[in-house]
Protein backbone atom coordinates (compact mmCIF):
# COMPACT_ATOMS: atom_id res chain seq x y z
CA UNK A 1 0.00 0.00 0.00
CA UNK A 2 1.50 3.05 -1.03
CA UNK A 3 -0.13 6.18 0.50
CA UNK A 4 0.61 10.12 -0.21
CA UNK A 5 -0.28 12.35 2.92
CA UNK A 6 -0.52 16.15 1.24
CA UNK A 7 -1.25 19.25 2.32
CA UNK A 8 -0.93 18.33 6.07
CA UNK A 9 0.86 20.19 8.72
CA UNK A 10 3.52 17.77 9.90
CA UNK A 11 4.28 17.64 13.90
CA UNK A 12 6.90 15.07 14.92
CA UNK A 13 8.42 17.01 17.99
CA UNK A 14 11.25 13.76 18.35
CA UNK A 15 12.79 15.49 15.49
CA UNK A 16 11.46 19.29 16.17
CA UNK A 17 9.43 19.08 13.01
CA UNK A 18 6.19 21.55 12.69
CA UNK A 19 5.83 22.85 9.09
CA UNK A 20 3.96 22.01 5.98
CA UNK A 21 5.02 19.06 4.50
CA UNK A 22 3.88 15.49 2.65
CA UNK A 23 4.60 12.68 3.79
CA UNK A 24 5.06 9.14 1.24
CA UNK A 25 4.26 5.70 2.68
CA UNK A 26 5.03 2.46 1.08
CA UNK A 27 5.48 -1.05 2.70
CA UNK A 28 4.79 0.22 6.09
CA UNK A 29 7.74 2.63 6.11
CA UNK A 30 7.95 6.15 5.67
CA UNK A 31 9.87 6.31 2.43
CA UNK A 32 9.88 10.36 2.10
CA UNK A 33 8.87 13.58 3.48
CA UNK A 34 8.14 16.64 1.44
CA UNK A 35 9.92 14.94 -1.41
CA UNK A 36 8.32 11.86 -2.78
CA UNK A 37 10.83 8.74 -3.94
CA UNK A 38 11.81 8.49 -7.86
CA UNK A 39 8.75 6.24 -9.18
CA UNK A 40 6.81 6.93 -6.35
CA UNK A 41 2.77 5.95 -7.26
CA UNK A 42 0.36 5.95 -4.47
CA UNK A 43 -2.38 4.11 -4.04
CA UNK A 44 -4.32 6.23 -2.34
CA UNK A 45 -3.98 10.08 -1.51
CA UNK A 46 -5.32 11.62 1.29
CA UNK A 47 -5.72 15.29 1.66
CA UNK A 48 -4.85 16.27 4.79
CA UNK A 49 -5.49 20.41 4.38
CA UNK A 50 -6.34 21.93 7.70
CA UNK A 51 -5.58 19.17 9.78
CA UNK A 52 -2.18 17.77 11.89
CA UNK A 53 -0.25 14.67 10.86
CA UNK A 54 1.38 13.19 13.64
CA UNK A 55 3.00 10.26 14.81
CA UNK A 56 0.40 7.58 16.08
CA UNK A 57 0.04 8.32 19.76
CA UNK A 58 1.05 6.11 22.58
CA UNK A 59 -0.79 4.90 25.71
CA UNK A 60 0.97 3.97 28.77
CA UNK A 61 -2.03 2.55 30.40
CA UNK A 62 -5.05 1.12 28.60
CA UNK A 63 -6.90 -1.92 29.84
CA UNK A 64 -8.09 -4.33 27.20
CA UNK A 65 -10.29 -6.53 29.86
CA UNK A 66 -9.24 -9.62 28.20
CA UNK A 67 -8.74 -12.05 28.87
CA UNK A 68 -10.99 -12.50 31.59
CA UNK A 69 -13.40 -9.69 31.86
CA UNK A 70 -15.29 -9.76 28.76
CA UNK A 71 -18.63 -8.31 30.05
CA UNK A 72 -16.88 -5.45 30.37
CA UNK A 73 -15.20 -4.72 27.37
CA UNK A 74 -13.07 -7.55 24.63
CA UNK A 75 -9.95 -6.86 22.76
CA UNK A 76 -11.48 -5.85 19.50
CA UNK A 77 -13.69 -2.87 21.10
CA UNK A 78 -11.23 -1.63 22.61
CA UNK A 79 -8.73 -2.03 19.85
CA UNK A 80 -11.22 -0.55 17.54
CA UNK A 81 -11.23 2.74 20.20
CA UNK A 82 -7.82 2.43 20.39
CA UNK A 83 -7.80 3.18 16.34
CA UNK A 84 -10.94 6.15 16.42
CA UNK A 85 -8.48 7.66 19.06
CA UNK A 86 -5.55 7.70 16.90
CA UNK A 87 -3.45 5.18 19.52
CA UNK A 88 -1.23 3.08 17.55
CA UNK A 89 0.45 1.36 20.31
CA UNK A 90 -0.71 0.76 24.31
CA UNK A 91 0.27 -0.92 27.21
CA UNK A 92 -1.96 -2.84 29.12
CA UNK A 93 -1.47 -3.56 32.74
CA UNK A 94 -1.22 -7.34 34.06
CA UNK A 95 -4.38 -7.46 35.75
CA UNK A 96 -6.39 -9.66 33.62
CA UNK A 97 -8.19 -12.59 34.75
CA UNK A 98 -5.92 -15.07 34.18
CA UNK A 99 -2.67 -12.77 35.65
CA UNK A 100 -0.34 -11.95 33.02
CA UNK A 101 2.29 -14.11 35.07
CA UNK A 102 3.13 -16.71 32.43
CA UNK A 103 4.81 -16.65 29.15
CA UNK A 104 2.08 -18.58 27.57
CA UNK A 105 -0.65 -16.34 28.58
CA UNK A 106 1.73 -13.12 27.04
CA UNK A 107 1.91 -15.08 23.82
CA UNK A 108 -1.41 -15.51 23.49
CA UNK A 109 -2.59 -11.69 24.18
CA UNK A 110 0.33 -10.61 21.65
CA UNK A 111 -1.01 -12.98 19.02
CA UNK A 112 -4.71 -12.03 19.37
CA UNK A 113 -3.69 -8.07 18.84
CA UNK A 114 -1.82 -8.84 16.15
CA UNK A 115 -4.79 -11.06 14.32
CA UNK A 116 -7.02 -7.96 14.81
CA UNK A 117 -4.16 -5.66 13.49
CA UNK A 118 -5.62 -2.16 14.84
CA UNK A 119 -2.63 -1.37 17.52
CA UNK A 120 0.66 -2.36 19.25
CA UNK A 121 -0.21 -4.06 21.86
CA UNK A 122 3.25 -4.28 24.58
CA UNK A 123 1.76 -6.18 27.74
CA UNK A 124 3.24 -5.39 31.05
CA UNK A 125 3.97 -8.59 33.42
CA UNK A 126 2.84 -9.04 36.72
CA UNK A 127 5.81 -8.12 39.03
CA UNK A 128 4.98 -10.82 41.75
CA UNK A 129 2.99 -14.49 41.01
CA UNK A 130 -1.00 -13.68 40.72
CA UNK A 131 -0.32 -9.95 41.67
CA UNK A 132 -0.41 -11.18 45.44
CA UNK A 133 3.19 -9.57 46.10
CA UNK A 134 4.81 -13.16 47.64
CA UNK A 135 7.07 -14.52 44.92
CA UNK A 136 8.60 -12.74 41.84
CA UNK A 137 7.52 -14.04 38.29
CA UNK A 138 10.04 -15.16 35.94
CA UNK A 139 10.32 -11.72 34.52
CA UNK A 140 13.12 -13.25 31.88
CA UNK A 141 11.16 -15.37 30.38
CA UNK A 142 8.02 -13.14 30.29
CA UNK A 143 10.45 -10.42 28.59
CA UNK A 144 11.40 -12.74 26.28
CA UNK A 145 7.55 -13.58 25.64
CA UNK A 146 7.07 -10.09 24.59
CA UNK A 147 6.82 -8.18 27.74
CA UNK A 148 7.55 -4.33 27.98
CA UNK A 149 8.40 -4.26 32.35
CA UNK A 150 6.77 -5.44 35.00
CA UNK A 151 4.04 -4.23 36.95
CA UNK A 152 1.49 -4.42 39.94
CA UNK A 153 -1.41 -2.59 38.33
CA UNK A 154 -2.85 -0.86 41.13
CA UNK A 155 -2.52 -3.31 43.69
CA UNK A 156 0.23 -2.47 46.14
CA UNK A 157 3.34 -4.32 46.54
CA UNK A 158 3.05 -4.64 50.47
CA UNK A 159 5.73 -6.51 51.56
CA UNK A 160 8.90 -4.25 51.11
CA UNK A 161 11.35 -6.94 50.78
CA UNK A 162 9.88 -8.51 48.00
CA UNK A 163 9.64 -4.69 46.19
CA UNK A 164 13.68 -4.97 47.20
CA UNK A 165 14.59 -8.24 45.81
CA UNK A 166 12.13 -7.32 42.59
CA UNK A 167 14.03 -3.85 41.91
CA UNK A 168 17.69 -5.30 42.44
CA UNK A 169 16.30 -8.48 40.40
CA UNK A 170 15.06 -6.10 37.61
CA UNK A 171 18.29 -3.88 37.77
CA UNK A 172 20.42 -6.87 36.99
CA UNK A 173 18.61 -7.15 33.67
CA UNK A 174 17.80 -3.54 32.64
CA UNK A 175 13.87 -4.25 33.65
CA UNK A 176 11.56 -1.22 33.93
CA UNK A 177 9.11 -1.49 37.35
CA UNK A 178 6.05 -0.23 36.72
CA UNK A 179 4.74 1.21 40.12
CA UNK A 180 1.72 3.25 41.11
CA UNK A 181 2.42 4.90 44.79
CA UNK A 182 -0.21 4.14 46.88
CA UNK A 183 -0.18 2.70 50.84
CA UNK A 184 -2.61 -0.17 51.12
CA UNK A 185 -2.95 0.66 54.63
CA UNK A 186 -3.78 4.34 54.40
CA UNK A 187 -5.46 4.39 51.44
CA UNK A 188 -7.97 1.69 53.01
CA UNK A 189 -11.48 1.19 51.35
CA UNK A 190 -11.38 4.92 50.42
CA UNK A 191 -13.52 6.33 47.63
CA UNK A 192 -12.49 9.77 47.15
CA UNK A 193 -9.79 11.97 48.24
CA UNK A 194 -9.54 12.78 51.85
CA UNK A 195 -11.00 15.99 52.04
CA UNK A 196 -13.77 18.27 52.38
CA UNK A 197 -15.87 16.55 49.80
CA UNK A 198 -15.49 13.48 50.51
CA UNK A 199 -16.32 14.54 54.40
CA UNK A 200 -19.42 16.37 52.99
CA UNK A 201 -21.01 13.59 50.90
CA UNK A 202 -20.01 10.73 54.00
CA UNK A 203 -17.23 9.06 51.63
CA UNK A 204 -14.29 7.20 52.90
CA UNK A 205 -11.11 9.46 52.20
CA UNK A 206 -7.59 8.76 50.64
CA UNK A 207 -5.33 10.93 51.85
CA UNK A 208 -2.48 12.45 49.58
CA UNK A 209 -0.10 10.65 52.01
CA UNK A 210 -1.14 7.63 50.94
CA UNK A 211 0.37 8.41 47.54
CA UNK A 212 3.71 10.27 49.53
CA UNK A 213 4.70 7.35 51.62
CA UNK A 214 4.48 4.69 48.89
CA UNK A 215 6.55 7.18 46.58
CA UNK A 216 8.99 8.17 49.14
CA UNK A 217 9.67 3.88 49.72
CA UNK A 218 9.87 3.61 45.76
CA UNK A 219 11.81 6.26 45.32
CA UNK A 220 14.59 4.89 48.63
CA UNK A 221 14.45 1.75 47.01
CA UNK A 222 14.97 2.60 43.31
CA UNK A 223 18.36 4.44 44.82
CA UNK A 224 19.50 2.02 46.37
CA UNK A 225 18.83 -0.58 43.37
CA UNK A 226 19.53 1.85 40.89
CA UNK A 227 16.55 0.19 39.29
CA UNK A 228 14.77 1.83 36.07
CA UNK A 229 11.31 2.97 37.92
CA UNK A 230 8.28 4.42 35.73
CA UNK A 231 5.95 6.18 38.20
CA UNK A 232 1.94 5.02 36.87
CA UNK A 233 -0.96 7.83 37.56
CA UNK A 234 0.52 10.65 39.84
CA UNK A 235 -2.07 12.63 41.50
CA UNK A 236 -0.67 14.70 44.12
CA UNK A 237 1.24 18.05 44.60
CA UNK A 238 3.68 16.55 46.76
CA UNK A 239 4.19 13.96 44.77
CA UNK A 240 5.23 15.82 41.79
CA UNK A 241 7.74 17.77 43.73
CA UNK A 242 9.56 14.50 44.88
CA UNK A 243 9.38 13.26 41.52
CA UNK A 244 11.14 16.43 40.32
CA UNK A 245 13.65 16.05 43.23
CA UNK A 246 14.37 12.52 42.13
CA UNK A 247 15.15 13.25 38.66
CA UNK A 248 17.13 16.19 39.58
CA UNK A 249 18.90 13.45 41.76
CA UNK A 250 19.54 11.47 38.47
CA UNK A 251 17.64 8.22 39.58
CA UNK A 252 16.22 6.73 36.44
CA UNK A 253 12.50 7.61 37.52
CA UNK A 254 9.78 8.45 35.33
CA UNK A 255 6.71 8.87 35.54
CA UNK A 256 2.57 9.72 33.84
CA UNK A 257 -0.38 11.29 34.83
CA UNK A 258 -3.91 10.64 33.52
CA UNK A 259 -5.38 12.89 31.42
CA UNK A 260 -8.41 12.99 33.70
CA UNK A 261 -6.60 14.39 36.37
CA UNK A 262 -5.29 17.61 34.16
CA UNK A 263 -8.99 18.59 34.43
CA UNK A 264 -11.31 17.09 36.98
CA UNK A 265 -11.05 17.71 41.20
CA UNK A 266 -12.80 16.37 43.81
CA UNK A 267 -15.90 18.82 43.30
CA UNK A 268 -16.31 17.40 40.12
CA UNK A 269 -17.98 14.50 41.98
CA UNK A 270 -20.95 16.77 42.48
CA UNK A 271 -23.65 14.66 44.01
CA UNK A 272 -22.13 11.47 43.95
CA UNK A 273 -21.08 10.74 40.08
CA UNK A 274 -19.95 7.56 40.02
CA UNK A 275 -18.37 8.14 36.62
CA UNK A 276 -15.73 10.14 38.92
CA UNK A 277 -14.84 7.24 40.87
CA UNK A 278 -11.36 6.75 39.83
CA UNK A 279 -8.26 5.21 41.03
CA UNK A 280 -6.17 7.24 42.00
CA UNK A 281 -9.15 9.70 43.41
CA UNK A 282 -9.40 13.07 42.00
CA UNK A 283 -7.72 15.85 44.22
CA UNK A 284 -7.88 19.37 45.07
CA UNK A 285 -7.66 22.23 43.16
CA UNK A 286 -3.74 22.86 44.18
CA UNK A 287 -3.23 18.87 43.29
CA UNK A 288 -4.52 19.59 39.68
CA UNK A 289 -2.59 22.43 39.15
CA UNK A 290 0.47 21.30 40.22
CA UNK A 291 -0.23 17.67 37.87
CA UNK A 292 -0.43 20.48 34.86
CA UNK A 293 2.75 22.18 35.52
CA UNK A 294 4.35 19.02 35.84
CA UNK A 295 3.79 18.15 32.66
CA UNK A 296 4.46 21.42 31.36
CA UNK A 297 7.85 21.55 32.30
CA UNK A 298 8.73 17.98 31.60
CA UNK A 299 8.57 16.27 35.51
CA UNK A 300 6.01 14.49 34.59
CA UNK A 301 7.02 12.38 31.00
CA UNK A 302 3.40 11.37 29.67
CA UNK A 303 0.15 11.84 29.80
CA UNK A 304 -2.09 8.72 29.59
CA UNK A 305 -5.70 7.72 29.15
CA UNK A 306 -5.48 5.25 32.04
CA UNK A 307 -8.24 3.63 29.98
CA UNK A 308 -10.68 1.35 32.09
CA UNK A 309 -13.89 0.88 30.74
CA UNK A 310 -16.35 -0.30 33.22
CA UNK A 311 -19.68 -2.27 32.22
CA UNK A 312 -22.65 -0.07 33.53
CA UNK A 313 -24.08 -1.81 35.94
CA UNK A 314 -21.09 -1.35 37.94
CA UNK A 315 -21.27 2.05 37.93
CA UNK A 316 -25.23 2.35 38.44
CA UNK A 317 -25.13 1.78 41.87
CA UNK A 318 -23.91 4.37 44.95
CA UNK A 319 -20.69 5.94 44.54
CA UNK A 320 -18.60 3.98 47.37
CA UNK A 321 -19.75 0.40 46.02
CA UNK A 322 -19.43 1.63 42.02
CA UNK A 323 -16.08 0.59 40.25
CA UNK A 324 -13.09 2.91 39.47
CA UNK A 325 -12.57 3.75 36.32
CA UNK A 326 -13.20 5.49 32.82
CA UNK A 327 -13.09 4.79 29.16
CA UNK A 328 -10.35 7.41 28.01
CA UNK A 329 -8.59 5.76 24.91
CA UNK A 330 -10.75 8.17 22.30
CA UNK A 331 -10.68 11.21 24.58
CA UNK A 332 -6.75 11.04 25.39
CA UNK A 333 -5.68 13.13 22.49
CA UNK A 334 -9.34 16.27 22.48
CA UNK A 335 -8.49 15.81 26.78
CA UNK A 336 -4.33 16.54 26.37
CA UNK A 337 -5.51 19.34 23.37
CA UNK A 338 -7.57 20.84 25.96
CA UNK A 339 -5.22 21.09 28.52
CA UNK A 340 -2.31 22.29 26.36
CA UNK A 341 -4.43 25.11 24.93
CA UNK A 342 -5.49 26.39 28.69
CA UNK A 343 -1.55 26.04 29.27
CA UNK A 344 -0.72 28.39 26.65
CA UNK A 345 1.54 25.50 24.98
CA UNK A 346 2.85 24.75 22.39
CA UNK A 347 1.16 21.91 20.19
CA UNK A 348 4.39 20.43 19.90
CA UNK A 349 5.02 20.21 23.08
CA UNK A 350 1.91 18.35 23.76
CA UNK A 351 2.02 15.86 21.40
CA UNK A 352 5.61 15.23 22.50
CA UNK A 353 4.07 14.07 25.85
CA UNK A 354 1.25 11.49 23.56
CA UNK A 355 4.42 10.41 21.61
CA UNK A 356 8.03 10.18 21.85
CA UNK A 357 8.16 10.31 25.71
CA UNK A 358 5.74 7.14 26.21
CA UNK A 359 7.71 5.90 23.38
CA UNK A 360 10.72 5.78 25.61
CA UNK A 361 9.31 5.40 28.72
CA UNK A 362 8.68 1.51 27.23
CA UNK A 363 11.79 1.21 25.35
CA UNK A 364 10.57 1.66 21.65
CA UNK A 365 11.48 3.07 18.50
CA UNK A 366 8.05 4.62 18.02
CA UNK A 367 6.33 8.01 18.26
CA UNK A 368 8.26 9.83 15.68
CA UNK A 369 8.36 9.89 12.09
CA UNK A 370 12.07 9.88 10.65
CA UNK A 371 12.23 8.67 6.89
CA UNK A 372 12.20 4.32 7.17
CA UNK A 373 10.35 4.69 10.52
CA UNK A 374 7.13 2.28 10.91
CA UNK A 375 4.12 4.31 9.04
CA UNK A 376 2.42 4.66 12.69
CA UNK A 377 0.74 7.69 12.05
CA UNK A 378 -2.57 10.38 13.18
CA UNK A 379 -3.92 12.59 11.42
CA UNK A 380 -6.59 14.71 13.11
CA UNK A 381 -8.61 18.17 13.02
CA UNK A 382 -7.53 20.55 15.94
CA UNK A 383 -10.60 22.95 15.56
CA UNK A 384 -13.01 19.99 15.00
CA UNK A 385 -15.00 20.10 18.10
CA UNK A 386 -17.69 17.03 18.99
CA UNK A 387 -19.38 16.11 21.72
CA UNK A 388 -18.84 13.56 24.30
CA UNK A 389 -21.60 10.88 24.64
CA UNK A 390 -21.85 7.35 24.34
CA UNK A 391 -22.85 6.69 21.28
CA UNK A 392 -19.86 8.49 19.74
CA UNK A 393 -17.59 6.08 21.63
CA UNK A 394 -16.27 2.92 20.16
CA UNK A 395 -15.19 1.45 23.39
CA UNK A 396 -17.64 -0.99 24.71
CA UNK A 397 -17.18 1.01 28.22
CA UNK A 398 -19.00 4.47 27.91
CA UNK A 399 -18.11 5.51 31.05
CA UNK A 400 -16.52 8.74 31.26
CA UNK A 401 -16.60 11.98 33.42
CA UNK A 402 -16.57 14.31 30.60
CA UNK A 403 -20.14 12.98 29.03
CA UNK A 404 -21.71 15.99 27.41
CA UNK A 405 -18.67 18.20 26.91
CA UNK A 406 -18.06 19.49 23.50
CA UNK A 407 -13.80 18.69 23.01
CA UNK A 408 -11.52 19.94 20.02
CA UNK A 409 -9.41 17.48 18.12
CA UNK A 410 -11.24 14.59 15.90
CA UNK A 411 -9.15 12.13 14.45
CA UNK A 412 -9.71 11.33 10.93
CA UNK A 413 -7.32 8.80 10.11
CA UNK A 414 -5.03 6.24 11.60
CA UNK A 415 -2.56 4.48 9.94
CA UNK A 416 -1.00 1.39 11.40
CA UNK A 417 2.35 0.28 9.61
CA UNK A 418 1.32 1.95 6.35
CA UNK A 419 -2.36 0.53 6.85
CA UNK A 420 -5.05 2.75 7.62
CA UNK A 421 -6.87 1.29 10.10
CA UNK A 422 -9.17 4.25 11.01
CA UNK A 423 -11.43 6.47 8.54
CA UNK A 424 -13.77 9.58 8.71
CA UNK A 425 -17.07 7.07 7.49
CA UNK A 426 -15.73 4.89 10.18
CA UNK A 427 -15.23 1.97 7.86
CA UNK A 428 -12.24 -0.37 9.29
CA UNK A 429 -9.88 -1.91 6.95
CA UNK A 430 -8.45 -5.56 7.95
CA UNK A 431 -5.24 -6.96 6.51
Not at 92 to 103: A, G, Q
Not at 145 to 154: I, K, L, N, Q
Not at 243 to 270: P, W
Not at 297 to 313: M, Q
Request: aromatic residues 4%; proline residues 6%.
Amino acid sequence: MKIHIKNGRLIDPRHAIDAKHDLFIAAGKVVGISQAPADFSANQVIDASGLIVCPGLVDLSARLREPGFEYKATLESEMLAAAAGGVTSLACPPDTDPVLDEPGLVEMLKHRARQLNLAHVYPLGALTRQLQGEHLTEMCELTEAGCVGFSHADRPVTDTLVLWRAMQYAATFGFTVWLQPQDKHLAGNGVAHDGEVAARLGLRGIPATAETIALATIIRLARESRARVHIGRLSTEEGVMMVRAAKREGLAISCDVAANHLHLTEHDIGFFDANCHLRPPLRTQRDKEALRQGVADGTIDAICSDHAPVDDDAKLVPFAESEAGATGLELLLPLTLKWAAEQRLPLGDAIASLTCKPAAILGLDSGHLAMNSSADICIFDPEHYWKIEPRALRSQGKNTPFTGLELPGKVRYTILDGNIVHKPDGHHHRV
